[in-house]
């Protein structure tokens, strides 16, 4: 081994780190990064709002999409569906028009839920539908304003995305499955073509038979809402969004000449609590 002279030693010594040769990975991190243990970061109160409106979701929407509405009477649960619905109402809506999509969606839904649950304890409830002013005078607080369930629906059908109609519950057996998680900005077009899947392939709302491809009165009542493009009509929407190789797929595929009937909307509610 080569000796040092004494000298140079001396400055090898004074230029290595006191930790030895190299820094450890414990040496580099102390060095970069500042101590930990200050204030945590703030939280986006949309992003906690979400969340609680996920618990509910989670807690009452049933595989079939319907509502579990005695898990919604517990006092605490009521409560929670309450805080909710008042921080959609109060909170300014997003700038970003899928956050807004989503926004307007999850508000939209925790109102019917909430308003649905309290007419629900009346005596001689029978259906929303049948609730004086459930959809266009009921005043609800949404983004900062006063406005309605029809309004608000109204508002997201200017958003010019007839794939939101399935995200929408309208508090009837015939509405499209309550989704058990919320709408996000970030993840809302898979959502919507998922919630599109799901609300065409269900037999009950949505079939073919003989000549005929029987749909939802929704496509009735909204029908130019899906003549926007990329649509051309509803029967090029269910030939987008049917699932691959399920019933109506399958049917409009195969059969040359048909016919576009509706079926009659259920209002009675939808409830999971048989």
């Given at each position: 081994?080569?000796?040092?002279?004494?000298?140079?030693?001396?400055?090898?010594?004074?230029?290595?780190?006191?930790?030895?040769?190299?820094?450890?990975?414990?040496?580099?991190?102390?060095r970069?990064?500042?101590?930990?243990?200050?204030?945590?970061?703030?939280?986006?109160?949309?992003?906690?709002?979400?969340?609680?409106?996920?618990?509910i979701?989670?807690?009452?929407?049933?595989?079939?999409?319907?509502?579990?509405?005695?898990?919604?009477?517990?006092?605490?649960r009521?409560?929670?569906?309450?805080?909710?619905?008042e921080?959609?109402?109060?909170?300014?809506?997003?700038?970003?028009?899928?956050?807004?999509?989503?926004?307007c969606?999850?508000?939209?839904?925790?109102?019917?839920?909430?308003?649905?649950?309290?007419?629900?304890?009346?005596?001689?409830?029978?259906?929303?539908?049948?609730?004086?002013?459930?959809?266009?005078?009921?005043?609800?607080?949404?983004?900062?304003?006063?406005?309605?369930?029809?309004?608000?629906q109204?508002?997201?059908?200017?958003?010019?995305?007839?794939?939101?109609?399935?995200?929408?519950?309208?508090?009837?057996?015939?509405?499209?499955?309550?989704?058990?998680?919320?709408y996000?900005?970030?993840?809302?077009?898979?959502?919507?073509?998922?919630?599109?899947?799901?609300?065409?392939?269900?037999?009950?709302?949505?079939?073919?038979?003989?000549?005929?491809?029987?749909?939802?009165?929704?496509?009735?009542?909204?029908?130019?809402?899906?003549?926007?493009?990329?649509?051309?009509?509803v029967?090029?929407?269910?030939?987008?969004?049917?699932?691959?190789?399920?019933?109506?797929?399958?049917?409009?595929?195969?059969?040359?000449?048909?016919?576009?009937?509706?079926?009659?909307?259920?209002?009675?509610?939808?409830?999971?609590?048989?």
């Open positions: 081994m080569t000796r040092l002279a004494p000298f140079a030693a001396s400055i090898l010594i004074a230029l290595l780190p006191a930790g030895g040769c190299s820094k450890s990975g414990s040496d580099t991190k102390a970069t990064n500042p101590p930990t243990g200050g204030a945590p970061a703030p939280v986006d109160p949309l992003v906690e709002l979400n969340q609680k409106w996920g618990d979701l989670a807690a009452v929407a049933s595989d079939e999409g319907l509502v579990r509405y005695k898990e919604l009477e517990d006092p605490a009521a409560g929670s569906l309450r805080a909710v619905v921080g959609y109402g109060g909170l300014a809506l997003p700038s970003d028009p899928n956050a807004r999509k989503a926004f969606c999850n508000a939209h839904n925790a109102n019917v839920l909430l308003m649905a649950l309290e007419e629900r304890q009346k005596d001689g409830f029978k259906s929303v539908k049948e609730v004086p002013g459930f959809f266009d005078q009921a005043p609800i607080r949404v983004g900062g304003k006063m406005t309605t369930l029809d309004t608000l109204g508002e997201l059908r200017g958003m010019n995305d007839p794939r939101i109609h399935a995200a929408l519950t309208l508090g009837g057996r015939s509405s499209p499955p309550l989704r058990a998680e919320p996000a900005g970030d993840r809302i077009e898979r959502q919507l073509d998922d919630q599109c899947r799901r609300w065409l392939d269900d037999y009950g709302k949505n079939h073919a038979e003989r000549n005929m491809v029987l749909v939802s009165e929704i496509f009735k009542w909204h029908e130019a809402d899906f003549a926007v493009a990329p649509y051309t009509g029967k090029d929407f269910l030939l987008k969004h049917a699932r691959p190789r399920g019933m109506l797929k399958d049917f409009m595929t195969t059969v040359k000449e048909y016919e576009i009937g509706h079926l009659e909307f259920d209002w009675s509610l939808n409830s999971a609590d048989l």
